[in-house]
Each structure stands twice: as structure tokens, then as C-alpha cells.
């Protein structure tokens, strides 16, 4: 079963830092593009940050300057390294990965369940 593990999630201070991390796992042949998107109550899922196969980056305006998203290929892992955080980037964050997996190998979206991320102020 081709799964998304989501840890490192958890409640911090404003200003403080988090660092989350995703591992792929299962019939996994090969992965796109990575990314971290996220969900506040209330409000719809929104992107955070992606990364390509290659490691060409791209940052939501809210984030720039503040997160870092890194993947280890070996490892099947996308990182979110989140620095300076705002109460306003209380929200569950969702890994996602654009994968050829199972089988037949098929291109697929693939969601993590979420961490949950608390920014008190």
C-alpha cells in the first residue's frame, strides 16, 4: 500500500521554529514533484510550498523568507523547515506527491492524513 507519513507537527511559540517531514512508502517507482500544503479552520487547503524531482522550489507569498521545503530522493522524504512562525500559520499541514505507484504502476496524487501545527502567540 503506497502511503504518506506526515511527522513533526506540534505546538509552538510565535517566532519559533518546526521542522515536518513526510516519507513515501510502498510499490513506489519513481516521484515528481513533492509538496506541503496547508488547511486553517475555516478556510480552504491552500499550497505552501513544492518541490520538483530536480529540486526547483516554489514558496506561497506568505512563506517566502521563512520556509525552506528540501526533499532526500534516497529516502523518499520531502522536509518543511519552518522558521519565524505566525499564529497565522496555525493550520494542518498536508504532504502531497505526485508519484508513479502500485500496481499496474499508474501516475497518481497521493495525500498524507496531516499534522497539525499550533502557533500561539
Known amino acids: 500500500q503506497v502511503q504518506l507519513v506526515e511527522s513533526g507537527g506540534g505546538l509552538v511559540q510565535a517566532g519559533g521554529s518546526l521542522r515536518l517531514s513526510c516519507a513515501a512508502s510502498?510499490?513506489?517507482?519513481?516521484?515528481?514533484?513533492m509538496g506541503w500544503y496547508r488547511q486553517a479552520p475555516g478556510n480552504q487547503r491552500e499550497l505552501v510550498a513544492t518541490i520538483t524531482s530536480g529540486g526547483s522550489t516554489n514558496y506561497a507569498d506568505s512563506v517566502k523568507g521563512r520556509f525552506t521545503i528540501s526533499r532526500d530522493n534516497a529516502k523518499n522524504t520531502v522536509y518543511l523547515q519552518m522558521n519565524s512562525l505566525k499564529s497565522e500559520d496555525t493550520a494542518v499541514y498536508y504532504c502531497n506527491a505526485n508519484m508513479i505507484a502500485g500496481w499496474p504502476p499508474l501516475l497518481s496524487e497521493y495525500w498524507g492524513r496531516g499534522t497539525l501545527v499550533t502557533v500561539s502567540e
Open positions: 510502498g510499490s513506489i517507482f519513481s516521484i515528481n514533484a
